[in-house]
């Protein structure tokens, strides 16, 4: 005989309810009563003699009856045989002849054979008991419970990953949260990325182990893992070291959060730990001071070997941190996504800046100098364009430009009179004035034409002019030769 404690009585009933083991029938509950003071039920059952082994100090009871949990359906037989309880034998030799039944059936029972793990995370998510666990996008696993830190910071997510597949779960393996899709935007377009339909519904966990140069040490039972928020911080390189920065802004740092990243000319170098708002009575300002954690080793691995640079400089990271502040290293908000206004700390180096502060390394916490940033820059330069606008006298030039069109207008409607006058009085005048020119034209061209009678008569009157010239020349040719023949007369020719 044995005893099993539950808060209800759901399910069970004296002399019918079976107790089963593999669907085998190992015993019958006798009775059911409520237990001291009302907190729950005991239910007193007979086990067979032959599954008397079964009873050991973790073995575990349930209530079978049909469920809907997550992504499964469970004990639908129960519709028309009624509820019974399952038992699931331990692995403890210690024998045992009370137990605490479970509420909720076991995800996983104890002879599956696999391993089981502690994935340490801030909060659950959207996981859920009996969420699958995916390998390379097969299922290989569930998750089993949930359970909140000592210390209430964060949640333990117990899982059982089945084998064989649990000998690729190593020391350096890593577990994220593959709960619903991604959705990644970049030059190659828009990808989505999800575990399966489940997922979806009631969340999931993916692990992968990054590819390690010696052989991967296999993770013992209950090994505890860091659970991921995505797979992208999951198989990232991990940082062993960090330094503590604080960038103190002048300017609005809308669009920053936590997490935000540090780069360095496009290599993130850190993320930023605290956004935080400061007055300084001084100056009666306020400043927005942003704490960052930096990674050292993700900016030494591009440093070349070699070169005049101090010693420390090469292996201190707060002394190379100073000498490139010295050398014009500031900080500056960017904005790295147009449509969300999300921002990002730049780190770059400003010649024009260089040489202007000295640092001193052994401060803490270390502060970065910053700049202002592109858009407050551009805002700017459009509040001095705006009060140069501002300045001019736009109300008389206005006046000046309303005088100067209605002269204009004045002008155009005066020479739009003077063409109607000249249309009406000059053209009718210049146009008789050509018609008698024209007429004229005509009567000349009839005159000199060649066969016109004025030039038939004046070729005449030339040619008998010049037959009166060739007489006149002949005869001032003799009297030249015989002048005496004015007075004698002409004198006849004698005939020798």
Known sequence: MIEISFQTGDGLEAGKTKIKYKDVEVGVVQSVALADKGAGVVASAEIAKPAAYLLRDDTRFWVVRPRISGGSVSGLGTLLAGSYLALDPGKIEKERRKFVGLELPPVVTLDVPGTRYVLRAEDAGSLDVAAPIYFRRVQVGQVVSFELDKDGRGVDVKIFVKAPYDQYVTANTRFWNASGFDVNIDTSGVRIDTQSVVSLLVGGIAFQTPEEPALPTRATENAAFRLYADRGSALKNPDYLSEDFVFVFHEPVRGLSVGSPVEFRGIEVGEVTGIFAEFDPVSNVFTSPVEARFYPERLRKHLRPGGVLPRDVMTDTRARIAFLIEHGLRAQLRTS?????????????????????????????????????????LEASINRIAAKIEKLPLESISADARQALQSLDRTLKGAEQLVGRIDRELTPEARATLEGARRSLAAMEVTLANDAPLQLGLRSTLDD????????????????????????????????
């Not at 040719?477 to 004698?494: A, C, F, M, N, Q």
Request: hydrophobic share 40%; glycine share 6%.
């Open 465 to 496: 002019m010049s037959r009166a010239a060739d007489s006149l020349r002949a005869l001032v040719d003799y009297l030249e030769r015989h002048p005496e023949s004015l007075i004698r007369g002409k004198r006849e020719d004698v005939t020798p």
């Open 337 to 377: 996504n147009l449509l969300t206004g999300a921002r990002y700390i730049a780190l770059d180096v400003f010649p024009q800046a260089a040489g202007k502060l000295k640092v001193d390394a052994s401060r803490k916490p270390f502060d970065v100098p910053t700049v202002a940033g592109g858009l407050p820059e």
